[in-house]
């Protein structure tokens, strides 16, 4: 298994290409099981999670054809993908694959909508919580869809297509959101999304399901008005940039000092996080291209942060301010309510020194003025960049076991970093 090695103590500067976001693409990939006709993705990064999606969607029949470098084309340019669903020659999303990546079960929407029936194993837990599939379940059967759950598996049945309804989310869900939309766009009549998600990448879909004929308004607000359609096109679409990504490096260079500007970066769409990093003491500064994160001379100040649904402070930056705050002068919070269990990263960060209390779903984290490098262990994606932040600042070597859950979601993390002066490398095997 790959681990990376990390030398600590210097400091960023220098430029880092944000690439999409997997977050977006992910639903965007699986959108085109919806149309018989080919969807093109630009912008689409090389992730492990990207690659594994394929292999789910080729199960039910769809082409994916990766588009040739053009010229003039960076490496740290996204790929481009037509992704044909032309015929679906099977409507079962099998155990085997849907354990590996939850974001496949989604496929249960537009399979369901197009076909007329899905078979999708359900997900089962992960490592930061319980993750039930609930909310998705009840958001297809507001269209009409009948339901069985059979062997681990749910099945949806909807022989005489979907109808427009109400659905009225008890909590905020992405992935409910992304459920009902694409589930909705193909139903015959209007369907209403209420406490629906406003993450920027629901608008990225949205937009996406618009140019291939759907009627979708008030995606972005957590009211969503869906007109169902008979049938939709093919389209192409550009994925929206990264914000958790973005929030990552902005985060490692508070962590470590320096000047670094952010390209493709969009600063709209985590505000909240750039509030906190500006209360840190950290200086952003939006640009035409991006957004300039610089930290030189002035130490990091504790911030209290409670996690929240868009446009509060993502879940899945909590990690990387926790990295951060353990060098803060003082004292610092962090409460995590999204996710139950979304704190394995807190005893990772105490080999290299850190100190922090857990209490509840409160992180009490004391600033230290040095970490030492060490051993540590990766247990999920964002735990696991939480520790290469924590790395980057610490005196001497850490060595990131279990990198494989960096690979599900960051983009030539090494050489983006290392370009910007960082002492880091990937040992294979
Ligand atoms: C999406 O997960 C993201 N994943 C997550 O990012 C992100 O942390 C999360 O949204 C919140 O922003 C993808 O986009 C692929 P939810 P999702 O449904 O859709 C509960 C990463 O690191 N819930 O908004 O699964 C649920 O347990 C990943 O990139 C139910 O109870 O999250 C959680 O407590 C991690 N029943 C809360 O709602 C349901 O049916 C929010 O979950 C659905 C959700």
Redesign the pocket.
């Known amino acids: 298994m790959d681990r990376i090695r990390i030398a600590g103590g210097g400091k960023l500067h220098g430029t880092i290409p944000i690439s999409g976001a ?3 693409t ?2 965007l990939m699986i959108a085109s099981l919806l149309t018989d006709q080919t969807l093109i993705l630009d912008n689409v990064p090389r992730l492990a ?1 990207v690659g594994l999606l394929q292999r789910i969607l080729g199960n039910h029949g769809v082409d994916v054809m990766v588009g040739g470098k053009r010229p003039g084309e960076s490496q740290y340019d996204g790929q481009t993908l037509h992704i044909s669903a032309a015929r679906i020659v099977d409507t079962t999303a099998p155990y085997e694959l849907v354990s590996k ?3 496949s079960f989604w496929v249960i929407a537009p399979l369901v909508a197009r076909i007329g029936e899905a078979k999708v194993s359900m997900p089962g837990g ?1 490592a ?11 958001a297809l059967a507001q269209l009409g869809v009948s339901i069985e759950i059979e062997g681990g598996y749910v099945i949806a049945r909807a022989p005489n297509g979907l109808k427009g309804g109400e659905i009225d989310f008890p ?8 459920t009902a939309l694409m589930a909705a766009s193909l139903a015959s009549g209007t369907t209403v999304i209420e406490n629906a ?1 406003r ?1 920027p ?1 629901i608008t990225d879909v949205a937009d996406c399901l618009n140019k291939m004929g759907a009627k979708i308004t008030g995606a972005g607000t957590s009211r969503i008005v869906v007109e169902g359609v008979p049938k939709l096109n093919g389209a192409r679409h550009s994925v929206v940039s990264d914000r ?1 990504e973005t929030g990552t490096y902005a985060m490692a260079v508070a962590m470590t000092g320096g000047d670094v500007m952010l390209e493709n970066a969009r600063p709209e769409q985590l505000q909240a996080a750039l509030e906190v990093l500006t209360q840190a003491g950290v200086d952003i500064t939006p640009t035409n291209s991006g957004i300039r994160v610089a930290r030189n001379g002035a130490g990091i100040a504790p911030v209290e942060v409670t996690t929240a ?2 446009p509060g402070f ?3 930056l909590q990690a990387q301010l926790m990295a951060l705050m353990t060098r803060a002068k003082g004292t610092s919070r962090i409460t995590e309510t ?3 269990n979304r704190f394995m990263h807190v005893q990772e960060l105490a080999r290299l020194g850190a100190r922090i209390q857990l209490a509840g779903e409160t992180a009490t984290i004391e600033g230290v003025d040095k970490l030492q490098g060490a051993q540590v262990m990766a247990t ?3 735990a696991s960049v939480s520790l290469v932040i924590a790395a980057l600042a610490a005196e001497g070597e850490t060595m990131v076991n279990r990198v494989y859950h960096l690979d ?2 960051f983009e030539r993390l090494e050489d983006k970093l290392s370009a910007c002066g960082a002492t880091i490398e990937r040992i294979s095997g």
Do not use: Q, S, W, Y
């Open positions: 997997k977050n977006a992910l639903p999670d990546m939850r974001a992960c930061i919580g319980t993750r039930p599939v609930d909310f998705l379940i009840m909590k905020v869900t992405v992935g409910g959101t992304h998600a993450e990448e958790i649904p868009f993502p879940t899945d999204i996710f139950e999920d994606l964002r599900r979601g």
